[in-house]
C-alpha cells in the first residue's frame, strides 16, 4: 500500500473527546473516526489490525476442534423470552436494543447469542452421538452501554468471537472449558499481550464457573486482586466473598432503617409507583458489623405481579448507597423471571425463591454460602409467618414484621476483600490489586438456557437430557485497544508484530530525490513479495513529517532510504527501542525475515 493512495490522516492536537491514551493515539494517528456515541469507524489501518486478531483468534479456536459459524444479529423477541432474558435485557437500563418491524413483531440487536445456538441446538442436536460440539463466530454486537466510552473499549456496537459449546455432561464441558482457557492463553500471547486470567463473577449471563482474561493496564476498568505467589487471582467483584481465614465478626447491631409505615415506604411507593401495600410488606433491616461494614438486608415478600421490579431493585440500590451498605440480601417471593432479573444487578443479591421449589437461589455468587444459610433460619421463621399473609387479599397493611422474628447473630464476615487481606489459600500471603481490562471471559453454563428453551439430547440410555453448555467471549475491538493501551510511548503506538497493521513502513524523506524514490520502490515490492506487509509513505510531505507520522502509526520497523544510500545502505529502525542499524540495500529482506 502506497500512503499517498489510502484514507489516512493524523492529527497533531489531542482530540479532546478521548481520555486514556490508546483512545487519543487511535483517533490521532488515523485508525478510528468516531461517528456517534460508542460508535466508530474502523478506518483502512484499524481493519488490518482487526483482521489480524481475528485471524489469530480464528486459527487457535480451530485447533481446538470448534467450527466458525455465523449466526443473525437480528434477534425474534421470543427466543429471549424463552430464556426468561428479554425484559432484564430490553426495558430499564438492559443494553439490548430492541425494535418492532412493520409486522409489528418484537426484535432485538444481538448483545450476545446464547438464545440463538440454544435455538439451533434444539433443532439439529438429537444424540449424544453427536456431542460434543462447539461452534463459534467472529461477528458485530450491539449492546446499548450505559457509558459508552473509552473508544473500542467500550462501544455500543464491538466486534466479538462468541463461542457455545454443547456437551453430554458436567466432565465434557469441564474439558472443553480448559481447551478454551488454554486457547485464550495462546491467543493473548500471540497478540504480545501482558494478561492475567482471573475467577470472575457469571453476572447476567449465568452459570456456575467463569474466569475473565485481563490485560492488565492502569486505565483498565476493571480491579482484580492476586497473590504474589500466582495461586489467587479475582475480578473483585468476586472477591467480594472471599470468606477470611479466621477472622469472623459477628454483628454486634442491627436496627430497622425501615418499617412499614414510616416515611422511607410513602417514598418507595411513589418511586414505585405501585401500591403501599407491595410495599409494606418490605422491611429494612441495616445490619453492622464491628468493623463497621454494613449489610442491608431487606425482608421482602411479595409474590406480587403489579410491582415493577427493576425499579424496585434500583431503588434498593439506591438506599443501600444511602445507607452506605455494600451488600443486599434481598428475601422474596419472586415471580418465575426474577432470578434473571435480580441477577442483573450491580450489588451483591440473593433471594429466596421457596415458590419455585428452591431453598434459595443466589445468582450473584457474591453472597457468601455461609451467611445465607445463617439467614435460611430466619427464613423458616419468617415462611412460617408469612404462610397466609401473602394470600390473593390478604396483604397484611401496617403490621410491624420486625417485632415477629428476630435476625440471628450472624457470625460469617462478608466483607469486600481488598488489597492487602490476606488471601484464604494460603494467610501468609497478602492480597495485591491491579487494574485489568477484561479482553475475554469463559463460563460454564450448565444447563441453565438448554432447560428454558427445552433443548435435550438422547443418551445412550435412551432419555431425554438437557444440553449442557459453556459460552466463551472475546472483546477482538477491545483486544487491539488494550494492546495499544499497553504498548506506546510520547511518540506514538507501538504495535506488537503479530497484529501490527503493517511490519514495515518505507520512508522516502526526499521525493525529489530520484535515488531514494528509486530504492525504495524497490524495497517496496521485495519486502511484499517476501511476504513481509510493507507500506510505502510516498507523500511529497517534509521528511520530518513522515517521521512523525510513522512513529505515531507504530509501524515496527522503519527502513528510510537516505543519506546512507550513497553506500548502498538503508536505515532500519526499530519502533519499540529506536534503535538504528544501517543494512545494505540486497540485506533488507534477509535482516526483516
Ligand atoms: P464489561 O464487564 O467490560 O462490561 P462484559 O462482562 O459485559 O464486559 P461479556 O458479556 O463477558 O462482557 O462479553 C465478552 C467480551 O466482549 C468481554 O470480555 C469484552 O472483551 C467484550 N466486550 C463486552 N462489552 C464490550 C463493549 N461494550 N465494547 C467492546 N467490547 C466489549
Ligand atoms: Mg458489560
Ligand atoms: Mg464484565
Ligand atoms: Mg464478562
Given at each position: 500500500m502506497r500512503l499517498s493512495q489510502m484514507l489516512f490522516m493524523t492529527l497533531r492536537e489531542e482530540p479532546?473527546?478521548?481520555?486514556?491514551p490508546s483512545h487519543k493515539l487511535l483517533l490521532r494517528a488515523g485508525y478510528i473516526r468516531r461517528i456517534g456515541s460508542g460508535i466508530y469507524a474502523y478506518l483502512p489501518l484499524m481493519w488490518r489490525v482487526l483482521k489480524k486478531v481475528s485471524q489469530i483468534v480464528r486459527e487457535e479456536m480451530d485447533a481446538t476442534g470448534a467450527q466458525e459459524c455465523l449466526l443473525p444479529?437480528?434477534?425474534?423477541a421470543s427466543l429471549w423470552q424463552e430464556s426468561g432474558r428479554w425484559d432484564t435485557y430490553t426495558?430499564?437500563?438492559?443494553i439490548m436494543f430492541s425494535l418492532i418491524d412493520r409486522q409489528n413483531r418484537e426484535m432485538g440487536l444481538g448483545p450476545t447469542h446464547e438464545e440463538v445456538i440454544t435455538a439451533v441446538a434444539r433443532e439439529m442436536i438429537r444424540s449424544y452421538?453427536?456431542?460434543?460440539l462447539n461452534l463459534y463466530q467472529i461477528q458485530t454486537k450491539f449492546r446499548d452501554e450505559i457509558r459508552p466510552r473509552f473508544g473500542l473499549m467500550r462501544g455500543r456496537e464491538f466486534i466479538m468471537k462468541d463461542a457455545y459449546s454443547f456437551h453430554t455432561d458436567e466432565e465434557s464441558l469441564k474439558q472443553t472449558y480448559q481447551d478454551m482457557d488454554q486457547a485464550y492463553r495462546n491467543i493473548l500471547r500471540r497478540c504480545g499481550l501482558a494478561f492475567r486470567p482471573v475467577e470472575a463473577d457469571s453476572g447476567?449471563?449465568?452459570?456456575s464457573g467463569s474466569q475473565e482474561f485481563m490485560v492488565l493496564?492502569?486505565?483498565?476498568?476493571d480491579e482484580i486482586l492476586y497473590t504474589e505467589d500466582g495461586q489467587y487471582a479475582a475480578n473483585v467483584e468476586k472477591a467480594i466473598s472471599l470468606p477470611l481465614e479466621v477472622e469472623v465478626s459477628p454483628f454486634t447491631d442491627y436496627k430497622k432503617v425501615a418499617t412499614p409505615g414510616t416515611e422511607t415506604i410513602a417514598l418507595l411507593s411513589q418511586h414505585l409507583k405501585c401500591s403501599p401495600t407491595v410495599i409494606v410488606k418490605n422491611v429494612l433491616y441495616e445490619a453492622v458489623y464491628d468493623n463497621g461494614m454494613s449489610v442491608l438486608v431487606l425482608i421482602s415478600i411479595r409474590g406480587d405481579q403489579d410491582v415493577n421490579e427493576v425499579k424496585l431493585q434500583n431503588e434498593l440500590v439506591k438506599l443501600a448507597a444511602q445507607y452506605n451498605a455494600k451488600t443486599i440480601l434481598a428475601l422474596s417471593v419472586p415471580d418465575a423471571n426474577a432470578q434473571t432479573k435480580w441477577a442483573s444487578q450491580p450489588l451483591p443479591l440473593g433471594y429466596l425463591a421457596p415458590d419455585l421449589g428452591?431453598?434459595?437461589?443466589?445468582?450473584?455468587?457474591?453472597?457468601a454460602p455461609q451467611f445465607l444459610r445463617l439467614v435460611d433460619q430466619t427464613v423458616v421463621e419468617l415462611k412460617n409467618f408469612v404462610t397466609g399473609a401473602n394470600?390473593?387479599?390478604?396483604h397484611v397493611v401496617?403490621?410491624?414484621?420486625?417485632?415477629?422474628f428476630t435476625l440471628p447473630r450472624?457470625?460469617?464476615?462478608?466483607?469486600t476483600a481488598k488489597q492487602g487481606d490476606r488471601a484464604s489459600?494460603?494467610?501468609s500471603q497478602i492480597l495485591k490489586s491491579a487494574r485489568g481490562i477484561e479482553v475475554g471471559h469463559i463460563f460454564q453454563l450448565g444447563s441453565k438456557y438448554s432447560q428454558a428453551m427445552g433443548a435435550t439430547y438422547t443418551s445412550e440410555q435412551g432419555e431425554e437430557i438437557p444440553l449442557f453448555m459453556g459460552c466463551y467471549g472475546i472483546g477482538v475491538s477491545r483486544l487491539a485497544q488494550a494492546a495499544v493501551e499497553q504498548s506506546y510511548d510520547k511518540d506514538g503506538i507501538i504495535w506488537p508484530v503479530a497484529i501490527a497493521p503493517y511490519q514495515v513502513i518505507v520512508i522516502i524523506?526526499?521525493?525529489?530525490a530520484h535515488n531514494q524514490v528509486q530504492a525504495a520502490e524497490q524495497l517496496y515490492q521485495h519486502l511484499n513479495q517476501a511476504g513481509i506487509e510493507t507500506i510505502l509513505d510516498?507523500?511529497?510531505?517534509r521528511a520530518g513529517v513522515k517521521f512523525k507520522d510513522a512513529d505515531l502509526i507504530g509501524i515496527p520497523y522503519r527502513i528510510v532510504t537516505g543519506r546512507s544510500l550513497e553506500q548502498g545502505k538503508v536505515e532500519i529502525v526499530e519502533r519499540k527501542t529506536k534503535k538504528s542499524t544501517e543494512v545494505l540495500l540486497e540485506k533488507v529482506v534477509d535482516t526483516l525475515k
Open positions: 479532546a473527546e478521548a481520555e486514556i444479529q437480528l434477534q425474534p426495558k430499564a437500563e438492559g452421538r453427536q456431542l460434543p447476567a449471563i449465568g452459570g493496564a492502569e486505565a483498565g476498568e428452591d431453598s434459595y437461589i443466589s445468582p450473584h455468587k457474591n453472597v394470600e390473593v387479599g390478604y401496617g403490621a410491624n414484621w420486625g417485632e415477629q450472624l457470625i460469617v464476615d462478608i466483607r489459600h494460603a494467610p524523506p526526499n521525493t525529489s510516498d507523500r511529497s510531505e
